[in-house]
């Protein structure tokens, strides 16, 4: 009972990427797919005003250009620059958390790396077997970016070490694609909609698809 990851690469920048995982496939792989988003330009607005008396009323709003308006382009140097020098001045300001003499930042970052941390999970149905499936997204220091992965409930609930299976390594999938992707969340197909889940009996509760939403380094 395997998921497979597919998706294709395009050559026009995009900022999401969507993958499908078919979980009655016997092999598994990892690609990048990105969908592009449709720009939709900004149509200008005539007002007619009826009170003339207020010479000093304000420009509709959308009627100026944005300044920062090149900052939507967040991996160009100016962008990056920009952001290198926002954080170096904040630092510089307020202190570097790093090197503070409160250990603040060593403290949390134990924490959240920490492998005793509890796996919190979420139920998806179950597999061909009809064993309960539950899902993770787990991080720590040697998954920065996360492994989507899952087990049994009885595994889960048996003991402290769960038999995980890794469904999407995120961070081996970044360092193949070269792009920092940041796991956004997952959506599954509903069984009313999935022609392969009802050939499978109407009382079935398999989810065949699941639709990932991996983000270029965490923009929207």
């Keep these: 009972f395997s998921f497979s990851f597919s998706a294709r690469p395009t050559t026009t920048p995009a900022r999401l990427t969507t993958a499908f995982f078919h979980p ?4 598994s792989k990892s690609k990048s797919q990105s969908s592009s988003f449709h720009s939709i330009s900004k149509a200008k607005t005539t007002m007619t005003a009826t009170d003339t008396s207020n010479e000093n009323t304000a420009p509709p709003p959308g009627s100026e250009e944005d300044p920062y308006i090149w900052l939507e382009d967040v991996e160009s140097d100016r962008s990056l620059t920009f952001a290198k020098e926002s954080n170096a001045a904040c630092l510089s300001s307020l202190g570097d958390p790093k090197t503070s003499s409160t250990g603040t930042y060593s403290k949390v970052l134990s924490i959240l790396e920490s492998n005793d941390r509890i796996a919190y999970v979420n139920k998806y149905g179950t597999n061909a077997n009809g064993d309960v499936m539950m899902y993770n997204l787990w991080k ?69 698809r699941t639709l990932l939403s991996l983000s270029r380094g965490g923009a929207d």
């Design 24 to 27: 009655f496939n016997s092999q």
């Design 140 to 208: 720590d220091s040697k998954n920065p970016k996360g492994l989507w992965r899952k087990t049994t409930f009885e595994s889960y609930a048996g003991g402290e070490d769960p038999a995980w299976e890794t469904l999407l390594d995120i961070d081996a999938l970044a360092e193949e694609d070269g792009i920092s992707w940041v796991y956004k969340g997952n959506t599954k197909l509903p069984r009313a909609l999935d022609p392969l889940a009802r050939s499978l009996g109407g009382e079935s509760y398999i989810y065949t």
